[in-house]
């Protein structure tokens, strides 16, 4: 069991779930948080809402003395993932080669409990890089022989979501049109950051049981009426333009070919329209945390004045 002043390492710290975290960490009297990333403008935004909070900006994939922060450390918390993109080599470099590195530092300095963050698309029937190099990452995690909790969450949304809900949400204030490829009736089970972040608080307070959980939004909710419900949070005028999934996977493509890193590509479209269905279980009575609504949690996620507006870099 780990107790707040216990030195606690977060990788992919300035990230959706590592901004929300360290807030909820901090305001529950967690004092010895030390956060590392590598994405200038996120951790500036970090530190901003975090003062005095220990940070560390290094690449994890590249061995250095960052390694040093796990001296002391009793817990790490495994955020850091590649989540999108057009290059194997940078899911390789940040979902594997940067798990290895972290590991081997938690070896070294006998950080004996990790919460290790992986991914429901462990189970779907995705097949890309970041679903592949997804699965290599847990594996690692299970077998490196250092106790460990591992959660699975579906898509999740919440203040700091620089992709998904979160880029949807600003194209759709910018747009007059907003395409939705097909129907649009695409089974989604979103999950609430904050409840997800008070799910990994809970590990924190219980030893590491070399489990895996699935932590699945408890709520089915089609990608249709996301959309119409983020619209009539935020009061956006957009019109909901249905467009062929064949010409809605071409337009992609092409703004592949211009822009390097684009939010949204073709192979998460592809997941998109996938039939997944992911294994629910009673995540809120295990972990003792109250799960919030989809309507409220889409409400708090876009009415809030403090963090609603800030935008992570990609």
């Known amino acids: 069991m780990i107790v707040p002043n216990d030195r606690i390492i977060i990788t992919g710290a300035a990230g959706l779930v590592g901004q929300n975290l360290i ?7 967690f004092t010895n948080l030390v956060a590392i990333d590598k994405k200038k403008k996120n951790i500036e935004i970090l530190r901003k809402l975090n003062p005095g909070l220990e940070i560390v900006e ?3 994939s590249i061995p250095g003395d960052w390694a040093k922060a796990f001296q002391g450390a009793s817990a790490l918390i495994q955020l850091h993932a590649q989540i999108g993109g057009e290059q194997y080599n940078e899911f390789k470099a940040n979902n594997i080669t940067a798990t290895r590195h972290v590991l081997d530092a938690c070896r070294t300095h006998n950080v004996m409990h990790i919460v290790h963050i992986s991914s429901s698309v462990i189970n779907s029937m995705a097949v890309d890089y970041y679903t592949e ?3 290599e990452q847990e594996k690692l995690v299970v077998i490196s022989g250092i106790p460990f909790t591992v959660l699975r969450p579906t898509l999740m949304f919440g203040w700091f979501d620089r ?4 880029w949807l949400s600003r194209f759709m204030q910018k747009s007059p049109l907003f395409p939705v490829p097909g129907n649009g009736r695409y089974l989604r089970q979103p999950l609430y950051v904050r409840d997800f972040c008070a ?6 307070n219980q030893p590491a049981n070399n489990q895996i959980y699935n932590i699945t939004g408890l709520e089915n909710v089609d990608y249709i009426d ?9 009061g956006a005028q957009a019109y909901i333009l249905h467009i062929p999934y064949t010409l809605f996977w071409l337009l992609l493509r092409i ?4 822009n390097r890193d684009p939010p949204f590509t073709t192979r998460q479209l592809e997941a998109l329209v996938l039939p997944d269905k992911f294994e629910v279980i009673p995540w809120n009575t295990i972990f003792q945390v109250q799960s919030t609504p989809f309507l409220k949690a ?3 996620t876009y009415s809030n004045p403090t963090y609603a507006s800030i935008v992570l870099e990609f």
Not at 163 to 166: D, E, F, P, T, Y
Not at 199 to 204: A, K, N
């Open 23 to 29: 807030l909820m960490m901090r305001e529950r009297g």
């Open 58 to 60: 290094a690449d994890l």
């Open 133 to 135: 190099t997804k699965q």
């Open 163 to 166: 992709k998904h809900l979160g």
């Open 199 to 204: 799910v990994i608080i809970s590990c924190l």
């Open 226 to 234: 996301i959309i119409y419900a983020i619209r009539r949070v935020l």
């Open 255 to 258: 703004y592949a070919l211009v």
């Open 298 to 300: 889409i409400s708090e």
